[in-house]
């Protein structure tokens, strides 16, 4: 049988006797020496992607979270202990460094929109144009926009690591990630520093009132991870 | 790790915006091109792999474009290549919007999650 695997930690802390995870299956701890994990059994070969099973694995990393920072593995993660075991044990050295990255800390999600037409009106256009011509034209217009957008997103980005940099551990930021969303950034806060750092954001959303913002956090560090694609490269399970 | 003034229990989660519509349209969008598992069935495999040549189709298409506007920047072009070459490309884009009809894929379906690096489109 296999586990579904939620979050690895440095420790066993107490998990609350009601906590339920996938398929409303007990939640329970795997020592491996260094590291903890958090598990639960799971009898099938896959696991759906709907509602109830985000939030089941949700609620199970949240509730860890409260207590310690775990290194999240990512959702619909499966695996035999053995193999659990092998990966934990081979891969010591590196997940050791980032749950000491992680340690302490929260992750802060900031995204922009930046409702604005990118596209230079004042740009030759000619009614007269052969259709071939006017294609590539209307491209080239296009490409001007979205390179005006990139170098804009790459500035707000530097302009917040202005704002709120000496509070962040670490970052990572994805600028244009859909045709509105300019930036998508996870931002890495010590616990002890998140009220000051949603303090400073708020004032530095008030600089710049054309951008729209969704702030959330703090949360577990998802971005900061990244422990299922080496799992998946290693193993070649999921 | 024990909970100490170093180590807080988290403030609750909070999410935070003046623009909630907005932000729930553009995450919809996020989450499409997400990686989703592939049903071992073969209408599932046939339009998986179709989104995924076509992806890669999408990719190449592009670099085209970005290629041929710079030519066309750089003043290399007679106007009669301007017009074949934006022609040829034209065609090339109906052709991938009916393929993608074709297999019920919309455009934000092209793309590819690399992981750490990033989107390919």
């Known amino acids: 049988m296999k586990v579904y695997i939620y979050c690895l930690t ?5 998990l609350p006797n009601s906590l339920r995870g996938i398929a409303g299956a007990a939640v329970r701890w795997i020592d491996t020496g260094c590291f903890s994990s958090v598990v639960s059994d799971f009898a099938g070969e896959a696991v759906l992607v709907n509602r109830e099973n985000a939030l089941a694995h949700a609620a199970v990393v949240q509730s860890v979270f409260k ?25 010591r050295e590196t997940l050791q ?3 000491e990255q992680v340690r302490g800390c929260v992750e802060m999600s900031v995204k922009i929109v930046w409702n604005r037409n990118w596209t230079d009106e004042s740009l030759h256009k000619d009614v007269q144009e052969k259709p071939g011509t006017a294609f590539l034209h209307e491209k080239r217009r296009q490409l001007m926009g979205s390179e005006a957008r ?5 500035r707000i980005a530097v302009w917040l690591e202005d704002k709120t940099g000496e509070m962040v551990r670490e970052k990572r930021i994805d600028t244009n990630p859909t045709e509105k969303l300019l930036l998508a950034a996870a931002y890495l806060v010590e616990r ?20 729209h913002f969704l702030v959330s956090g703090p949360w577990p560090p998802y971005s900061f991870a990244n422990i299922d694609l080496e799992f998946k490269s290693q193993f070649g399970v999921s | 790790m024990e909970l100490s003034p170093e180590n807080p229990r988290p403030a609750e989660p909070e999410i935070e915006t ?3 519509e907005e932000f729930v349209e553009q995450l919809s969008c996020v989450t499409s091109t997400l990686p989703s598992r592939i049903n071992i069935d073969a209408q599932s ?10 992806t890669l189709i999408e990719f190449i298409r592009r670099l085209l474009e970005k290629q041929a506007v710079r030519r066309m920047e750089g003043g290399d072009l007679s106007p009669e290549q301007i017009e074949e070459l934006g022609l040829a490309l034209m065609r090339l884009e109906a052709k991938l919007q009916e393929l993608k009809t074709q297999f019920g894929l919309a455009d934000e379906d092209l793309n590819l999650d690399l992981g750490p690096i990033g989107r390919l489109i």
């Not at chain 1, 009220?195 to 009132?209: C, D, I, N």
């Not at chain 2, 046939?46 to 995924?52: C, H, T």
Request: glycine share 6%; hydrophobic share 35%; aromatic share 6%.
């Open chain 1, 10 to 14: 440095e420790g066993t802390d107490a």
């Open chain 1, 67 to 91: 207590q310690t920072t775990p290194l999240p593995f990512r959702f619909g993660t499966l695996v035999t202990e053995p193999k659990l075991n092998s990966y934990l044990t081979a891969r």
């Open chain 1, 97 to 99: 460094r980032k749950l």
């Open chain 1, 150 to 154: 990139a170098a804009e997103a790459r």
């Open chain 1, 192 to 211: 002890g520093a998140v009220e000051q750092y949603r303090v400073r954001l708020k004032e530095a959303r008030e600089e710049k009132p054309e951008l």
């Open chain 2, 18 to 20: 003046s623009h909630v």
């Open chain 2, 45 to 54: 495999v046939e339009q998986g792999l179709a989104k995924l040549v076509l």
